[in-house]
């Protein structure tokens, strides 16, 4: 089995559920079973601390430039997407790598950043009940849907706010690698997974 590379975006004010729940889904489902199946790596615009929400700092793996190719990549949300839905290097970037990888996937505001990117024209998307709003505006030529967990357009999926990342990370690890590995996964981690 290929080791598929999962690629988390990171910026200043990322909301640190949104990257870190994803981020312990993949890291635990990719290593289950004694076969490395999923290298999962954080990136960012420059390699330098990163102040996620509450003041927490983290240090990228990788940036954009250098990272190694993904396959599936999550952009989180939180504050920061209000300036990143601008950033022409990470848009760039993500339409770019959009079509090549496997998945392109959000969590919460994330969204904004792909809707920023013209990525979600015509697909169906959701974010964090509270910003659906500033999702229609970001996104006109998207469908947006309320009071849903995670929008699953095939090669894109958006997922609603915080928690709901790792239910999105669960469902991918169900598509790809088998709804027994994201079970294992999900009770490793003593997750209440409900697909």
């Not at 990549?73 to 601008?86: A, C, E, L, N, S």
Request: glycine fraction near 10%; proline fraction near 4%.
């Amino acid at each position: 089995m290929s080791v598929r590379n999962v690629a988390i975006v990171l910026f200043d004010e990322v909301e640190v559920l949104d990257f870190a729940g994803p981020f312990e889904v993949f890291s635990v489902a990719g290593s289950l079973g004694g076969e490395k199946t999923l290298n999962v790596y954080t990136v960012a615009e420059e390699m330098r601390v990163i102040q996620a929400r509450g003041g927490l700092q983290v240090l990228p793996g990788y940036t954009l430039r250098d990272c190694p190719p993904p396959d599936i990549i999550v952009v989180p949300g939180g504050y920061g997407t209000r300036h990143q839905m601008k950033n022409a290097v990470l848009l760039g970037w993500l339409r770019e790598q959009a079509g090549r990888v496997e998945l392109l996937t959000s969590v919460c505001t994330g969204s904004l950043v792909l809707g920023g990117a013209g990525l979600l024209d015509g697909w169906q998307a959701t974010t964090h009940h509270e910003e659906i709003d500033l999702l229609v505006e970001a996104a006109p030529a998207a469908n947006v849907v309320r009071d849903v967990r995670y929008v699953d357009n095939g090669r894109i999926i958006t997922s609603a706010g915080v928690q709901a990342g790792m239910d999105m990370a669960l469902h991918v690890v169900a598509r790809l690698l088998g709804e027994e590995t994201a079970r294992a996964a999900a009770a490793n981690i003593e997750y209440d997974w409900r697909p």
